[in-house]
């Protein structure tokens, strides 16, 4: 009688689908939503990028996932806090597969400004997955 080794099942990863999404983020005072998974889905982050197109001085801005009024009513759903420059970009950190921050089924990822809100309207770049 012969003994032949176990058989291992092959190791199956999920697929890796990097999305893009391009929003506006308004001028407006209080929390907008900018990002809404898939229903089912939850969303990770790869990288936020804000671009301010026209000079409008410094802003900064803050990321979370979900529909809290602003960071400081849920801090353990924080993302980041981005200071965009005069004419120019902020750009969160990038995260390598899988380890980006990471929100609950069906949580929205939020944007807020801080301190006084700009008198033009942002673009926002979002890099993110969609996990089951």
């Known amino acids: 009688m012969t003994t032949r080794a176990p058989r291992r099942a092959p190791l199956w990863r999920r697929p890796y689908v990097l999305n893009t999404a391009e929003t506006t983020a308004t001028a407006a005072r209080g929390r907008q939503t900018i990002l809404t998974p898939s ?5 990770r982050l790869v990288r936020v990028k804000v671009v301010q197109t026209v000079s409008d001085n410094r802003h900064t801005c803050e990321l979370y996932f979900g529909t809290a009024g602003s960071l400081a ?4 759903r ?3 806090i981005l200071a965009v420059p005069d004419e120019g970009t902020a750009s ?3 995260y390598h597969r899988e380890q980006g921050p990471r929100g609950l089924r069906g949580e929205p990822l939020s944007f807020r400004w801080r301190g006084s809100p700009p008198a033009n309207d942002h673009t926002v770049i979002i890099e993110y997955t969609e996990e089951s």
Do not use: L
């Open 73 to 76: 009513t849920d801090p353990s």
């Open 92 to 94: 969160s950190r990038a």
């Open 39 to 43: 229903k089912g889905y939850r969303i």
């Open 78 to 80: 924080a993302v980041d």
